[in-house]
């Protein structure tokens, strides 16, 4: 194979993942993927596979790192990408299609490849599980955390104001159970092995709540609560905000709650160094340069 200096690795491929790969992975010099982790079955995490075979290195089958249940989902998706029979090998041998494998994971097992450990953390995403991921690469000291697809548990119901129904509420004693993660004793234990320094987090809307995702207000709870339990994150940075969540707005708004800037909205085509060991400085509107 050919050797590089640097390795590239996909958490999730979306259905959007054609028009944003060629947005951002070829300006930041990303000419092909070596390994994938996907965190859950939907779409959004999913939906862009087919894709990969526009960036995939030459030569080699790209490993795709998924639970049992999204393995199974993935291979009756997308049969010619894992032509595990003699029939479907014919079918697509004149086919461009990607060369995949997918590799099954277990919870807490860690994974290594590419000079990385990831170990796999199962998330409480409404009714399916989702993955998370730690990350530890070597002479990094903070491991970072991505945690893309989850809900905290809500143990209180009530009819909504408008009456379409029941909406379920987190409490701030639900945060604190960390019920988030499926096995909360072992994945607090997994955070508090190593300092973190970024932490991935969703944060779906400034103020609905849904069935399967957090919203702003959960996650800067959750934050707080992590750093009680003595897990405190160099930068946490919130993802898969919903197309109503005004970017400016909820930077202001969190900067007032955290001034140093350690709780701030993600955004496309963002980056930063694994090592980094000061928060990422803050996005600015105009208006808000002038506060």
Same mark, same amino acid.
């Given at each position: 194979g050919v050797t590089r200096e640097t390795y590239n690795v996909l958490v999730d491929c979306g259905k959007t993942f054609c028009r944003t790969g060629l947005k951002y992975l070829r300006p930041n010099n990303v000419t092909?993927?070596?390994?994938?982790?996907?965190? &859950?079955?939907?779409?959004?995490?999913? %939906?862009?596979?087919?894709?990969? #075979?526009?960036?995939?290195?030459?030569?080699?089958?790209?490993?795709?790192?998924?639970?049992?249940?999204?393995?199974?989902?993935? #291979?009756? +998706?997308?049969?010619?990408?894992?032509?595990?029979?003699?029939?479907? =090998?014919?079918?697509?041998?004149?086919?461009?299609?990607?060369?995949?494998?997918? #590799?099954?994971?277990?919870?807490? $097992?860690?994974? &290594?490849?590419?000079?990385?450990?990831?170990? !796999?953390?199962?998330l409480n995403h409404g009714n399916v599980v989702s993955l998370g991921f730690l990350v530890r690469a070597p002479g990094v000291p903070r491991q970072f955390a991505y945690f893309s697809d989850f809900r905290v548990v809500p143990s209180l119901s009530r009819e909504r104001p408008d009456g379409s129904g029941v909406e379920f509420v987190v409490t701030p004693e639900d945060i604190r159970t960390f019920s988030l993660f499926t096995d909360p004793t072992r994945a607090l234990a997994a955070l508090r092995e190593h300092p973190v320094g970024v932490m991935i987090l969703d944060a779906l809307h400034t103020e609905r709540r849904y069935f399967s995702h957090s919203n702003v207000p959960e996650t800067v709870?959750? &934050?707080?609560?992590?750093?009680?339990? %003595?897990?405190?994150?160099?930068?946490?940075?919130?993802?898969?905000?919903?197309? +109503?969540?005004?970017?400016?707005?909820?930077?202001?708004?969190?900067?007032?709650?955290? !001034?140093?800037?350690?709780?701030?909205?993600?955004?496309?085509?963002?980056?930063?160094?694994? $090592?980094?060991?000061?928060?990422?400085?803050?996005?600015?509107? !105009? =208006? +808000?340069?002038?506060?």
């Open positions: 092909a993927i070596d390994a994938v982790l996907l965190t &859950h079955f939907h779409s959004d995490a999913v %939906g862009g596979l087919d894709d990969l #075979r526009e960036v995939q290195a030459k030569g080699t089958v790209l490993p795709i790192y998924a639970n049992a249940e999204t393995c199974d989902v993935v #291979r009756q +998706s997308f049969p010619y990408m894992f032509p595990d029979t003699e029939q479907i =090998r014919q079918q697509t041998s004149n086919l461009f299609v990607a060369a995949c494998e997918l #590799r099954v994971v277990e919870e807490f $097992s860690p994974l &290594h490849f590419l000079d990385l450990t990831v170990l !796999p953390l199962s709870e959750l &934050h707080a609560a992590l750093c009680e339990a %003595g897990i405190s994150p160099t930068q946490v940075l919130l993802t898969g905000m919903s197309c +109503s969540v005004n970017f400016h707005d909820i930077t202001e708004v969190l900067l007032k709650k955290h !001034p140093a800037g350690t709780v701030l909205p993600a955004y496309d085509g963002l980056s930063f160094e694994l $090592s980094n060991e000061e928060p990422l400085p803050p996005v600015l509107s !105009p =208006r +808000s340069q002038k506060l």
